[in-house]
């Protein structure tokens, strides 16, 4: 007679749902970027050299972006119960990188304003700025800052290279809000941005499935 499996332990049981809720975070980028670079490419008038992806919000198909920030920001919230859960000696990279969830859900909610001719019959120009909008720049400007203080407090809690590696994504995404947050609308300083986007998604990613595979899950 074949002996029945043993039951997981709990430790097990923890590990489970923690891999489970870092997937997310492994899942969040691609998703973003995929999405956002989509619509870039066959959005009628955005220009990826002028027009910010907050700008996609905008228009009859504005409900895409609005859904790929709030369903972005819930992955990236769960990635940060996960990263609370398997990096518990650095509660505060697991805040920072909750609140940069959040700040993409709020920017879902709290629309970005038609700008730089984006919506098609939009006016060239920075345009009216509403209540939302200026909700919109609020939450992305803190997510933002609070990702990039988030790569350096977790940098102290892993291996040499995967920590110089945290550093330099966070540095670069700084480099790259710096150079957007200036006002200058040049095309080398959007695209540039579009770049420090991918960076810190990539580095989210690659953060949560290095922590997903030291997990042991059975």
């Known amino acids: ?3 029945a499996p043993a039951a997981p332990t709990a430790e097990i049981r923890t590990n489970r749902v923690t891999r489970s809720l870092l997937g997310y975070g492994v899942l969040a980028g691609p ?3 995929t999405v956002s670079v989509a619509q870039a490419l066959t959005r009628d008038g955005f220009d990826m050299t002028r027009h910010a992806w907050s700008l996609l ?4 198909l504005g409900w895409l972006q609005i859904t790929n920030f709030v369903l972005s920001g819930l992955m990236v919230l769960a990635a940060a119960v996960g990263l609370a859960r398997a990096v518990p000696q650095s ?3 697991s805040v920072l990188v909750g609140v940069f969830g959040a700040s993409l859900v709020a920017a879902g909610a709290l629309r970005a304003d038609p700008a730089m001719g984006f919506p098609a019959g939009t006016p060239d120009g920075p345009g ?3 209540w939302h909008g200026v909700g919109h720049l609020v939450a992305g400007g803190i997510g933002f800052l609070c990702v990039i203080a988030a790569t350096y407090v977790l940098a102290r809690h892993q291996p040499r290279a995967l920590a110089w590696y945290s550093r330099v994504s966070g540095t670069l995404f700084l480099a790259g809000f710096a150079g957007i947050a200036s006002g200058n609308s040049a095309p080398w300083f959007t695209l540039g941005f579009v770049a420090a986007v991918i960076v810190i998604m990539t580095w989210l990613t ?4 290095r922590l997903y595979r030291s997990l042991p899950c059975r």
């Open 91 to 93: 509660r505060w990279a």
């Open 57 to 60: 919000s905008n228009g009859s």
């Open 31 to 33: 998703f973003y970027v």
């Open 206 to 209: 690659v953060v949560s499935a």
């Open 1 to 3: 007679m074949t002996a």
């Open 128 to 130: 009216t700025v509403s």
